[in-house]
């Protein structure tokens, strides 16, 4: 049996079509991220992949709760020390999607692999601003991050 998926009612029971919610119908309306909380198991490791490979910046780095906040536009992603999980741990996240200022996919791609970086080719792919390529990578810690322009 598939997956049932349930579209917005509004309120005289009339089911509206998918993609469009309107203002009326939200008691609040997301206007974008503010950061993403990454769990590693080497604050170093990660803040080295994250500033030297990414170009993400480091903000302000909180020895004393093991948090790290990295500056990505006008979001954070936040690195926060834990403990590594097993190698075949189930993750909640599958992947991160990062975008690139100027993206040129296999100059991103060589720049990925000088860096030790494992990476396979560009794929088009669908996402918040349409069709473009982007490449898939995982951190050193085994979390999933897309990357596109």
Partial sequence: ???????????????????????????MRISGIDHVVIKVADLDRSIAFYCEVLGCTLDWRRDEI???????????????????????AVRNMDHLCLTVADFDAEQARQHLLDHGVAVESATKRYGASGWGLSLYVTDPDGNGLELRG
Avoid at 8 to 27: M, N, S
Avoid at 70 to 82: K, Q, S
């Fill in 66 to 88: 093991g948090l790290v906040h990295l500056r990505v536009g006008t979001a954070f992603i936040d690195l926060l020390a834990a403990e590594p999980l097993p190698p075949k």
């Fill in 1 to 27: 049996m598939g997956n049932k998926i349930n579209r917005i009612v509004d309120e005289g029971g009339t089911r509206l079509p998918y993609g469009i919610h309107p203002a009326k119908h939200a008691h």
